[in-house]
Nanobody
Framework: QLQLVESGGGLVQSGRSLRLSCAAS????????IAWFRQAPGQTREWVSCINDRGGSPTYADSVKGRFTIARDNAKNMMYLEMNSLKPEDTAVYYC????????????????WGQGTQVTVSS
């Protein structure tokens, strides 16, 4: 079992930056690939980014490529999402996620979810 708890969401103006954090506990965090997803009101949960268990092979959705950066610190059992040049369309609940055997790029491939943190970008 792996527990994930996000923090760092909030209200920010368009063009500004925000960093989300996710603290892991329980199982061996460094044996999981991790990801960030988001869900806007009335929308399905959308994959944002993922990275493998060692912090390599970061990949990003086209909508955030060049603006968001995923990272992890296995020594601290932490994962992060640095979000720059935020846009109103980035407004959503953001979820950290982990998967044991594969890079999580779809909700069905996720083994564990955080509870979510709200990010609101005003224009």
């Amino acid at each position: 079992q792996l527990q994930l708890v996000e923090s760092g969401g909030g209200l920010v103006q368009s063009g500004r930056s925000l960093r989300l954090s996710c603290a892991a506990s329980g199982d061996s965090f460094d044996s999981y690939a991790i990801a960030w997803f988001r869900q806007a009101p009335g929308q399905t949960r959308e994959w944002v980014s993922c990275i493998n268990d060692r912090g390599g092979s970061p990949t990003y959705a086209d909508s955030v490529k060049g603006r968001f950066t995923i990272a992890r610190d296995n020594a601290k059992n932490m994962m992060y999402l640095e979000m720059n040049s935020l846009k109103p369309e980035d407004t959503a609940v953001y979820y950290c996620a982990a998967a044991k055997t594969r890079l999580p790029r779809t909700p069905l491939s996720v083994d564990y979810w955080g509870q979510g943190t709200q990010v609101t970008v005003s224009s």
